[in-house]
């Protein structure tokens, strides 16, 4: 890698807004196949179980890319990882809608999911690793304004979403038309990108460990490492089961339509996106560990209304917290992994994918549950896993050079 340097604010600014775009992109394609799961799950016609295991096909293809993330970008560099990351997830939307309404196929659809996954995890490390280099360069905490650009995506794509249930837009249409506006949106956004050419100054020693398949690897000894994958593995959990099973628990245990429950997925994604919005002045003003620990109860009091108080406005009000509360875990969490640059890569790969167990394991536990005592009660697992995150926040406190509380 060869040391670089930005020789103007404009090209800083580029580089910035372009890592903005693809954060945004993966949260608009996330949103556009979570909106539409009550009508996937009714093409399909399969059970509240049966949706669980499908949803194993996104989980275990992200596994599978977060695993191989931090090996891929030591050969191909983050500009190559998140478009041909990218490239992937665009052709796993297009099988997704084809298995779901042209071709009625749970194993289609299950490999459409699997395809996404795989594109999507491996990109989130990718562009974590880019974003996490523009914050450097940069001077700024920009973290968890990234990850707000993630939810806004989310935010267009739920909006777009229950436009689409509501004027009854096929789901392969849907999908598709998505599909090939993330391609090109590819193409264009890593154009700016320099992550792969600016470098912290470092011995010829420090590269070899840094980039050594072993030293890798070693990274999942890491205590810190570890705790810091529980922080997220909590907050994933809050931010997934949202994801995965709020629309369709409003639909089946609240009696609204697809519409609303879309809207409903809407209000959730609005608060993650005021939460990371909000973020960055509030770790700056007060540390990681006090926000986590804030954002934890939040989510707990949020989701724990949701699930016991059959009330529009109480049930919309503890959206809104559950959203809030989970919207920096995840962002703190990546920036608690890369504050050691010379091992962000495997740092965040590890982290990311301890958290995407919670996306791995949730959907067939949730649905599980959900068959037995009802989607929203089996939500109480989440709680558990939240109260746990906040617990062990203590983990991600700044290093001591980096922090002047």
């Not at 974590?128 to 707000?148: D, F, I, Q, S």
């Not at 934890?296 to 699930?307: E, S």
Request: proline share 3%.
């Amino acid at each position: 890698m060869t040391t670089s340097v930005i020789t103007s604010r404009s090209q800083l600014v580029n580089w910035r807004n372009a890592v903005f775009v693809l954060f945004a992109v993966n949260g608009f394609g996330a949103a556009t196949w979570i909106a539409r799961t009550p009508a996937i799950r009714d093409a399909l016609d399969i059970t509240i179980a049966q949706m669980g295991f499908l949803l194993v096909g996104i989980s275990g293809g992200s596994i599978v890319g977060l695993l191989l993330s931090s090996h891929l970008l030591h050969w191909l560099g983050t500009k190559r990882t998140i478009l041909g990351s990218l490239a992937i997830a665009s052709v796993g939307l297009l099988l997704m809608g084809l298995g779901t309404e042209v071709l009625a196929s749970y194993a289609f659809t299950f490999l459409g999911l699997a395809l996404y996954g795989f594109g999507t995890g491996l990109c989130d490390v990718a562009m974590n690793v880019e974003g996490a280099v523009v914050e450097r360069t940069a001077k700024k905490n920009l973290m968890p304004l990234m990850h707000a650009f993630w939810s806004l995506g989310t935010v267009a794509g739920a909006g777009v979403g229950a436009a689409a249930a509501y004027a009854d837009v096929g789901v392969g249409i849907h999908l598709g038309v998505v599909s090939g506006l993330m391609l090109v949106t590819a193409f264009v956004a890593t154009r700016p990108l320099r992550g792969d050419a600016i470098a912290e100054p470092e011995s010829a020693t420090d590269r070899k460990e840094r980039s050594g398949f072993a030293a890798r690897m070693a990274i999942w000894l890491e205590p810190r490492t570890l705790l810091i994958g529980l922080i997220v593995l909590g907050m994933a959990f809050a931010e997934g089961s949202a994801n995965d099973w709020l629309a369709l628990a409003m639909v089946d245990e609240r009696d609204v339509s697809y519409a609303t429950g879309a809207l409903l997925f809407g209000v959730f994604t609005v608060a993650m996106t005021v939460g990371r919005v909000l973020g960055g002045p509030l770790l700056d003003r007060f540390g990681r560990v006090p926000v986590l620990r804030v954002s934890a109860a939040l989510a707990v009091v949020g989701l724990l209304a949701v699930i016991f108080i059959d009330q529009p406005v109480v049930m919309v009000s503890g959206i809104v917290l559950w959203g809030l509360g989970a919207s920096l875990g995840f962002p703190v969490g990546i920036s608690a992994a890369a504050d050691d640059p010379a091992k962000a890569a495997a740092r965040v790969s590890a982290v990311a994918t301890i958290g995407y167990l919670a996306f791995l394991a949730g959907p067939p536990l949730i649905g599980v549950l959900g068959d037995n005592i009802g989607l929203l009660r089996a939500l109480l697992v989440v709680v558990v896993l939240i109260t746990v995150a906040g617990l062990v926040s203590f983990a991600a406190r700044e290093p001591a050079a980096n922090s002047s509380r």
